[in-house]
């Protein structure tokens, strides 16, 4: 018989950092390993060993997209969808189905070109433009993070200073308008630590979805979600095991994509339609169940025992942004108060809740090695840069808690003392 005893212990002294997969809820991963054995709406089978039909899942199922629905109080006319394939298939699955939309909205021909607006403010939404050109669509950067960071992606710029096209009236718009919330290998983020740049929405033309990629900062705070064509947001962060990815899509951007390929767009897989998926409530195929059931749990602990105390009145999700603020604000003061000893990769004012990236002594490499091997003897794991990038790198998910984040901090300041 297993006993958790000694992995309890080990995880009492371990501070995962990890950038994604990242940690979760000690609860919810114990009553998850009994309900591999025997699950209590199936006794004597396992919840990965029972039908994604039955009704035992089904309960499981419902609950975690009510769940979901009440954290982010999703209007009535989205869907939520349980997908595959993480946030890379979304960067095809976005442009896929959203030029499907837009040609059989417009009834276009095939010659027709389609363009996507993309806000490029980081690895990940480089990423997602370079996909929705191989696919055929005019990848048009309305912001160039890269350019205007000197090779580095560090700023977003404010709205004003979008590189956005004025149309004529004769000119088509833009199929959709996208970006990515929190740029997870960049540690840039709209709304980032103490600051207000969000998302200019204004300036969108509102006929245009807006489409965000939120895979790194889902489930960190409150979100307007009728302001959004399409969310979407891989597990693996704040929410469960990797494997399932989640899609909150505006119910008039389905479309029949079959039908679609008379107005020029190509046929897309079933398992990437939206509108398909929505048909059949996720269930098209056999979808990631065990997954699925973490994602369950943790969803469920987030809305009965939030890590800071929910204020009457508002939103479910605002003690996760109040507990981001609190987590990161530790890590960039132990930043800003090191005189340059260690500096963050980001600009003030978008840095990252989630991601805190910064380098130490000017980017000295034996420094940073040796910071991260003391940080892992102390426990604290996975505070290296992601390997494009280099430097150092703590993710503060929801499920990493403050103490952790004040070793980390308290690590940073002995550090620099010694070798400042
Ligand atoms: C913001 C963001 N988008 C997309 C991805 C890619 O996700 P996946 O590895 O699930 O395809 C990641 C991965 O870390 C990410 O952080």
Redesign the pocket.
Known sequence: MADFTKQIEQRAQTINMN??PSPLPQDALLTAAASLLSFQGSPGMGIAEISHRSKAFADVFNEANADLRSLLEIPDNYKVLWMQ???????AATVLNLNAWYRTKHQLSAADQVEGWYAVT?S??K??ADEATRLGVKARKVVDGKKLGGGKFRSIPPGREWDLPQLEENQRKPAFVYY??????DGVEFGGQGSDTEFPFSQIDPEVPIVC?????FLSRPVDVSKYGIIY??A??NLGP?GV?IVIVREDLLVNVDEAVQYGSAPIPSMLSYKVMADDNSLFNTPPTFAIYVCSLVLRSLLESPPLPLAASAAPLSPLSDFADKKSALLYTAIDESAGFYAGTADKGVRSRMNVTFRINGGDEDLEKDFIKQASDLGIKGVNGHRSVGGLRASIYNAVSLEGVQRLADLMRTFREKHA
């Not at 394939?85 to 960067?91: A, D, E, N, S, V």
């Not at 990515?180 to 290998?185: A, G, I, K, Q, S």
């Open positions: 950038a994604g394939g993480g946030g890379l298939t979304q960067f980081g990940w939404s990423k997602a990515c919330d929190n740029e997870t290998v990629d939120m895979s790194s900062n947001a891989g693996q962060k990797a990815t």
